[in-house]
């Protein structure tokens, strides 16, 4: 079954750094979230993303974060200067499509240690 | 987005069925119920979904009562290694919103 997958699997970064987060969604899916879980806590959602633009975003996802899906095969997380609080696990997600009257479940990756040091 | 709440812990011992009840009081007309089972250091992993009634899978089966206010996931006979979290969603994804919101999720320990 194809599958989502991240790299790196783990990133430590300085304090300040940019860091980017990549991201393979399953090859015909169009819809494409990003996620972040600080260790122990629960899964909150960062932004949305379809046919090259941002669909939601959190209050998260704040003018530090992008997104972008540069080559029609990679889905990047950017974090511009990255601060001790953004270290969680990071994962990717992606959707088919939108089905009338339906609902597409997500697949997930493995996600991206990031360690803010 | 319909909030859930779930109970925070169960535990289980291995070969009994377990029974996982979510609250979504809000629910809209629209809005499916997903539930995902998370293992540590790794993503949600879809189980199933409903919109009404009975739903099963190779995996679980889930019941949604008529005014769909809740649902119960269910879990034949669990061994050790369904020891995850389990989360349950509520949402449409046609509305335009994909602004998925994970609640705390039920965290399951099957003892042997």
């Known amino acids: 079954e194809p599958e989502v997958t991240q790299t790196p699997s783990h990133q430590v970064t300085q304090m300040g750094q940019e860091v980017i987060l990549r991201c393979v969604p399953i090859s015909n899916h169009l819809y494409f979230y990003w996620y972040r879980q600080i260790l122990g806590q629960k899964v909150e959602f960062l932004v949305s993303?379809?046919?090259?633009?941002?669909?939601?975003k959190s209050e998260i996802f704040d003018d530090q974060f992008s997104v972008e899906r540069p080559d029609g095969s990679n889905f990047t997380l950017k974090i511009r200067s990255t601060k001790l609080e953004d270290s969680a696990m990071y994962f990717c997600?992606?959707?088919?499509?939108?089905?009338?009257?339906?609902?597409?479940?997500?697949?997930f990756g493995d996600g991206t240690r990031l360690s803010i040091l | 987005l319909a909030k859930t709440t779930q109970p925070i812990s169960m535990d289980s011992y291995e070969g009994q069925e377990v029974n996982i009840t979510c609250s979504h009081n809000n629910i809209a007309t629209n809005d499916y119920i997903t539930w995902y089972q998370q293992f540590p250091s790794q993503g949600p992993r879809f189980i199933i979904q409903?919109?009404?009634t009975k739903v099963t899978n190779e995996v679980a089966s889930l019941f949604i009562p008529a005014d769909r206010k809740s649902s119960t996931l269910s879990l034949p006979r669990v061994s050790l290694s369904d020891t995850a979290v389990y989360y349950c969603l509520v949402g449409d994804a046609n509305t335009g919103g994909f602004k998925t919101i994970f609640g705390a999720g039920t965290r399951l320990f099957v003892k042997a």
């Open positions: 993303f379809y046919n090259n633009e941002i669909s939601e």
């Open positions: 409903g919109y009404k």
């Open positions: 997600a992606s959707v088919r499509d939108r089905e009338i009257g339906g609902n597409q479940p997500q697949h």
